[in-house]
């Protein structure tokens, strides 16, 4: 005759333990992610900086555009947080202003630069063969080209809007993201579960988007991440070189562009926009790197 045993303390901990779900693979990218000061900082400053352009009509001390030249280079007061350019505008609202513009074509030739990156890399990865010689000779020839070069000249021939703009920089920025997705996809399409679906008779552009392109997107993200830092930078690269979106429209590099023709006289002009320029680039590769390290830890132990 058995005898029933009560439990004892391990044996409750081993059912526990039994019962817990593992940690998720996005909980543990977020884990690894919160333990990098520079990660959170660059997610705060983002934050921060996306917050005050999406609420600029209302954050705004003054019109951006409004004009006075009774107080035009005025240094920061109490009436003017950063003072006012040469013709009287307040700069902290043309700052706040100018933010949505910088950051709206950042984000939007990243992602354009994401889709047709990922989609040329997925098919030269996926199908190889010729396909793949002809757009892999094609990214070699787009990288060979100097961007600020070609972006001055797409920029030459049209009048400089937002949306044009985006367009032109997605244009000369989508080339590294479609190698990276080519690499991937090179090792993927071989793996058992593409093999799998190829089996049981899954179409070519299913296994491409539903199968393939979903264990990509970890460097698509991080990818995406530093394009919109390489995006804002080339546009103020383009506005400082006077190519840009043209007065009276702000712009971080526009702002910066006017600003030099007074280092000496009004030196915050230069500051005020050269910092938020700097700050909102620098946070952008803080989140990049953090995403990386969290996404492939071993790599912080390189």
């Given at each position: 005759?058995?005898?029933?045993?009560?439990?004892?303390?391990?044996?409750?901990?081993?059912?526990?333990?039994?019962?817990?779900?593992?940690?998720?693979?996005?909980?543990?990218?977020?884990?690894?992610?919160?333990?990098n000061p520079l990660a959170l900082f660059g997610v705060t400053v983002l934050t921060l900086l996306a917050l005050s352009a999406l609420f600029a009509p209302w954050l705004a001390p003054y019109d951006p555009n409004a004009v006075?030249?009774?107080?035009?280079?005025?240094?920061?007061?109490?009436?003017?947080?950063?003072?006012?350019?040469?013709?009287?505008?307040?700069?902290?609202?043309?700052?706040?202003?100018?933010?949505?513009?910088?950051?709206?074509?950042?984000?939007?030739?990243?992602?354009?630069?994401?889709?047709?990156?990922?989609?040329?890399?997925?098919?030269?990865?996926?199908?190889?063969?010729?396909?793949?010689?002809?757009?892999?000779?094609?990214?070699?020839?787009?990288?060979?080209?100097?961007?600020?070069?070609?972006?001055?000249?797409?920029?030459?021939?049209?009048?400089?809007?937002?949306?044009?703009?985006?367009?032109?920089?997605?244009?000369?920025?989508?080339?590294?993201?479609?190698?990276?997705?080519?690499?991937?996809?090179?090792?993927?399409?071989?793996?058992?579960?593409?093999?799998?679906?190829?089996?049981?008779?899954?179409?070519?552009?299913?296994?491409?988007?539903?199968?393939?392109?979903?264990?990509?997107?970890?460097?698509?993200?991080?990818?995406?991440?530093?394009?919109?830092?390489?995006?804002?930078?080339?546009?103020?690269?383009?506005?400082?070189?006077?190519?840009?979106?043209?007065?009276?429209?702000?712009?971080?590099?526009?702002?910066?562009?006017?600003?030099?023709?007074?280092?000496?006289?009004?030196?915050?002009?230069?500051?005020?926009?050269?910092?938020?320029?700097?700050?909102?680039?620098?946070?952008?590769?803080?989140?990049?790197?953090?995403?990386?390290?969290?996404?492939?830890?071993?790599?912080?132990?390189?």
């Amino acid at each position: 005759m058995t005898t029933l045993q009560h439990p004892t303390s391990s044996t409750v901990a081993d059912l526990v333990s039994l019962r817990q779900k593992p940690e998720s693979i996005q909980a543990q990218v977020w884990r690894r992610f919160r333990r990098n000061p520079l990660a959170l900082f660059g997610v705060t400053v983002l934050t921060l900086l996306a917050l005050s352009a999406l609420f600029a009509p209302w954050l705004a001390p003054y019109d951006p555009n409004a004009v006075n030249p009774y107080e035009a280079l005025q240094p920061p007061n109490a009436a003017h947080w950063l003072g006012t350019d040469d013709l009287g505008r307040d700069v902290l609202s043309r700052l706040l202003f100018a933010g949505r513009v910088s950051l709206m074509v950042g984000l939007f030739t990243a992602f354009v630069a994401v889709i047709v990156g990922a989609l040329l890399g997925a098919i030269a990865g996926y199908y190889g063969g010729l396909i793949d010689g002809f757009i892999a000779r094609f990214i070699d020839l787009m990288l060979s080209l100097p961007v600020v070069p070609l972006a001055l000249v797409f920029s030459a021939f049209v009048a400089i809007t937002p949306l044009r703009l985006t367009l032109i920089l997605a244009a000369v920025s989508w080339m590294g993201v479609a190698r990276l997705v080519r690499g991937e996809f090179l090792k993927l399409r071989h793996a058992q579960f593409t093999e799998a679906a190829r089996s049981i008779g899954a179409p070519n552009m299913r296994i491409i988007f539903v199968h393939l392109l979903p264990n990509a997107i970890s460097p698509i993200l991080v990818a995406a991440t530093l394009l919109v830092a390489y995006a804002i930078l080339i546009e103020s690269s383009l506005s400082f070189l006077g190519f840009g979106i043209q007065p009276p429209t702000a712009t971080w590099g526009n702002m910066l562009f006017n600003a030099q023709r007074y280092l000496r006289n009004a030196p915050w002009l230069a500051i005020f926009s050269g910092v938020v320029i700097t700050l909102t680039v620098a946070s952008i590769n803080f989140v990049g790197d953090g995403l990386r390290e969290a996404i492939d830890p071993r790599l912080k132990e390189r």
